[in-house]
């Protein structure tokens, strides 16, 4: 450790030393660099300590396999540096975490993990207020293993980078679009209905453009949804919850507040379906009905002059907002 000289910064310490850590170590051990000002490897006795580590930086790397890790990034004021740094270095990382104080990633630090982590399968980008479509387009590129994907406030987003990217990351089973107004159209569900057909959870939180054509294409095209979030979408009508209700019937979360052109019609669909699925359920002897049908139904009632009857529909959401046990 002579000639590594004072480590003050993260940029101090020697990628190849940090690597070096990493093949050592067996594959129930985690590396936490704190901000405190010293970095802890553990596992069996093996400890590492380095001082004067950078306190604007909190990273957590998780090692499963030296081939297998999950990282989480937090800084202050240097992540997209880190991220071009560290990226090159870790080809084989499969979950990537990178939480923000405030927006600094951009859109290199992406290309550069797009174009490096082929195997990358949960990427949360979420907050990353600077970044364009560029970024979009470099994960649908070297990034097609994408299951979950956070995305949530990057308003930056426009829904034709997004249906690019549905295009090309097809396993994609987890999605967050909440606050994504650009990205999160009608054109954009079109394509993930189209191609993204394991998709399970979706948040579409306050993304004023989505429509009843395009949850209609996401019913008919997701059938294993288990959960998605509509709040905000003002828009939608029942015909977008009918759709919901016969064609994907694992759904177990629905989130429809500030929906208020939502009436009774489509609380009555939610309450039929459930009917509907429970009677196949008990047909097979493979699944208990417990373990199907809506669960979570959140919808905010909207009083005014012009506002649909509430009373109707949340007798119907009895149903399944309690079930019977």
Same mark, same amino acid.
């Given at each position: 450790?002579?000639?590594?000289?004072?480590?003050?910064?993260?940029?101090?310490?020697?990628?190849?030393?940090?690597?070096?850590?990493?093949?050592?170590?067996?594959?129930?051990?985690?590396?936490?660099?704190?901000?405190?000002?010293?970095?802890?490897?553990?596992?069996?006795?093996?400890?590492?300590?380095?001082?004067?580590?950078?306190?604007?930086?909190?990273?957590?790397?998780?090692?499963?396999?030296?081939?297998?890790?999950?990282?989480?990034?937090?800084?202050?004021?240097?992540?997209?540096?880190?991220?071009?740094?560290?990226?090159?270095?870790?080809?084989?990382?499969?979950?990537?975490?990178?939480?923000?104080?405030?927006?600094?990633?951009?859109?290199?630090?992406?290309?550069?993990?797009?174009?490096?982590?082929?195997?990358?399968?949960?990427?949360?980008?979420?907050?990353?207020?600077?970044?364009?479509?560029?970024?979009?387009?470099?994960?649908?590129?070297?990034?097609?293993?994408?299951?979950?994907?956070?995305?949530?406030?990057?308003?930056?987003?426009?829904?034709?980078?997004?249906?690019?990217?549905?295009?090309?990351?097809?396993?994609?089973?987890?999605?967050?679009?909440?606050?994504?107004?650009?990205?999160?159209? !009608?054109?954009?569900?079109? &394509?993930?209905?189209? =191609? /993204?057909?394991? #998709?399970? %959870? +979706?948040? $579409?939180?306050? @993304?004023?453009?989505?429509?009843?054509?395009?949850?209609?294409?996401?019913?008919?095209?997701?059938?294993?949804?288990?959960?998605?979030?509509?709040?905000?979408?003002?828009?939608?009508? !029942?015909?977008?919850?009918? &759709?919901?209700?016969? =064609? /994907?019937?694992? #759904?177990? %979360? +629905?989130? $429809?507040?500030? @929906?208020?052109?939502?009436?009774?019609?489509?609380?009555?669909?939610?309450?039929?379906?459930?009917?509907?699925?429970?009677?196949?359920?008990?047909?097979?002897?493979?699944?208990?009905?417990?373990?199907?049908?809506?669960?979570?139904?959140?919808?905010?009632?909207?009083?005014?002059?012009?506002?649909?009857?509430?009373?109707?529909?949340?007798?119907?959401?009895?149903?399944?907002?309690?079930?019977?046990?």
């Amino acid at each position: 450790m002579g000639g590594i000289g004072a480590i003050t910064e993260w940029k101090d310490i020697p990628m190849e030393l940090l690597l070096r850590i990493v093949s050592l170590v067996d594959d129930q051990t985690v590396i936490f660099v704190s901000g405190v000002g010293t970095i802890l490897v553990i596992g069996y006795g093996l400890v590492f300590r380095f001082s004067s580590w950078s306190r604007e930086i909190t990273l957590f790397l998780v090692v499963r396999t030296v081939n297998e890790a999950e990282i989480f990034f937090r800084c202050k004021n240097s992540m997209n540096n880190l991220v071009l740094s560290l990226a090159p270095k870790l080809r084989n990382l499969q979950t990537l975490v990178l939480r923000q104080d405030k927006p600094q990633l951009l859109d290199n630090a992406i290309e550069t993990i797009a174009n490096c982590c082929h195997d990358l399968q949960d990427l949360d980008l979420s907050k990353s207020f600077k970044l364009s479509d560029h970024s979009l387009y470099a994960l649908a590129h070297g990034c097609p293993n994408l299951v979950k994907l956070n995305i949530s406030g990057c308003s930056a987003f426009s829904d034709t980078a997004l249906v690019y990217l549905a295009s090309s990351c097809r396993k994609i089973k987890y999605l967050n679009l909440c606050g994504c107004v650009k990205a999160a159209s !009608d054109k954009a569900l079109k &394509a993930i209905g189209h =191609n /993204c057909n394991q #998709l399970k %959870s +979706l948040n $579409l939180g306050w @993304c004023e453009q989505v429509g009843d054509a395009g949850v209609e294409c996401l019913a008919y095209g997701c059938p294993d949804l288990r959960a998605l979030d509509l709040c905000g979408c003002v828009l939608i009508t !029942d015909d977008s919850v009918v &759709a919901l209700a016969n =064609n /994907c019937l694992h #759904l177990r %979360s +629905l989130g $429809l507040y500030y @929906c208020q052109n939502i009436t009774d019609k489509a609380m009555y669909s939610l309450a039929y379906s459930r009917v509907k699925n429970k009677r196949e359920m008990l047909k097979s002897t493979k699944n208990r009905y417990e373990e199907e049908g809506l669960m979570n139904l959140k919808r905010q009632p909207v009083h005014g002059p012009h506002s649909p009857s509430c009373s109707g529909a949340h007798r119907a959401a009895s149903a399944f907002s309690h079930p019977a046990h």
